[in-house]
DNA sequence: GCAAAAGTGTTGTGTCTACACCCATGT
DNA sequence: ACATGGGTGTAGACACAACACTTTTGC
């Protein structure tokens, strides 16, 4: 086996989600030159020789929106279906990112937030990786602690529901809501509160995520292992 | 930008996990070249010119296991520091394959079976990739229908429950076992049974699961859409 | 009859949703 | 006073682990 192996060009890309106006957005850039031209496209390029995925994504995402914001970066998939690209042999490497929704990261002009309800048609498989994306969120909001990526230092119940609505798509009780997060010791009062609005209404109190690193809070849904009866 | 991006070389690779004599045991092979000659490493090899990712592993798996033989398949992760090879700028996509119980493949003499247990030394990262695997397999166990993959097509509760004890390492009851995966609908009773051994006992009664297909079946742990109430 | 293996009945516990109710503020 | 938004108390549903008990076989 002395022949050299093939080599394909590797991009790194990002769905990057900040929950704006109620709803869940991500990042899109229009493209300036074929293929697809004008469409949208999600943040991301090459793989710079050497360069580790997660420093190419951070990179790239550099030029996008400051990458101090992003708040939390995870893996997704590669893909590598050759037809991707219709003009050469091209991986990608997804990845999820989140924004916490205090922020308002200065964007180009050329790029801008978008509904994910919503999506403009999309360049390549992009659609797709968004969708994905999505649920990957959507899966690990029951599961783990991953709303602080979402959330400012501080919030209310309220907020942190409506979060959690934009995300997850369907309703949820800020009743029910802290209960989970509480026993899990997910999260805590920081013991202030906020005033009361304009129309009044009992003044809230604040809650911040206990840790800001992703933890399984939800380990083994069933099959535990046996209680340590001794 | 009309300079040429960089190319890495990219490989396939595979945790191939088959419950054996007990145990839950991984394939390897042994390394007849440097870097690392002598020492155990993953199935798998380069990426060729426009093949999928996917189509590469079942490839190189060829090589190791009729690729028939693997029940399941699914990609775990892309590796990507630029150190894990000494000598070149390698990136891996890292694979989980399951192979049933019921089966023995043929496998070269470079290539045999270990328990993940007590691994030798291994090559590059595989150490940490043969571990994320079974990380990933044990919380699959819990919340979708896996053990299909390790299962032969009929078993008795007994056997299918000494394969979850290899992959999760801890006791687990048939009694409950039965009740969560039956619940679930994820387990079915063929209707036959099978003999008493040698040693008596009531014949058991055979099972199956109903599809080998994975399929999440304990998707809401928490935060689930509310009661439609009409 | 007795040991062995399989399978069922039952109880208790913990986590969750739903919903009624109470609290604190502005006007 | 009363509207508004926040928060607590409580009841019921459900899924699960644990374990006692019963069934069916070989010897």
């Not at 309800?117 to 659609?127: I, Q, V």
């Not at 690990?140 to 959330?151: H, M, P, Q, R, V």
């Not at 119940?157 to 899990?184: F, I, K, M, P, W």
């Amino acid at each position: 086996m002395t022949e050299e192996p093939a080599r394909a060009t590797h991009v790194s890309l990002a769905a990057v989600f900040q929950v704006r106006a109620g709803g869940l957005q991500t990042l899109l850039w229009r493209r300036a030159e074929a293929p697809y031209e004008g469409d949208w496209a999600l943040p991301g390029g090459y793989l710079a020789a050497y360069e580790t995925l997660e420093a190419s994504i951070r990179r790239h995402l550099t030029h996008k929106v400051d990458v101090g914001e992003v708040a939390h970066l995870e893996q997704l998939t590669t893909i590598s279906e050759p037809g991707r690209h219709p003009a050469e042999w091209q991986l990608a490497t997804a990845y999820l990112g989140l924004v916490a929704s205090d922020v308002d990261p200065a964007v180009p002009s050329d790029t801008g937030w978008h509904p994910v309800e919503s999506l403009p048609p999309l360049a390549f498989d992009h659609r797709e990786i968004v969708l994905a994306a999505r649920e990957r969120l959507r899966a690990k909001l029951s599961y783990t602690n991953i709303g602080f990526a979402l959330a400012p230092p501080e919030f209310t119940l309220s907020e942190l529901r409506d979060l959690y609505v934009a995300a997850l798509g369907h309703e949820v009780t800020a009743t029910n809501l802290q209960r989970v997060l509480v026993r899990r010791g997910v999260l805590e009062p920081t013991g202030t509160r906020r005033e009361s609005g304009p129309v009044g209404g009992r003044p809230p109190a604040l809650f911040q995520f206990k840790r800001p690193e992703l933890e399984v809070t939800d380990q083994f849904a069933v099959l535990r292992p046996p209680e340590a009866s001794s």
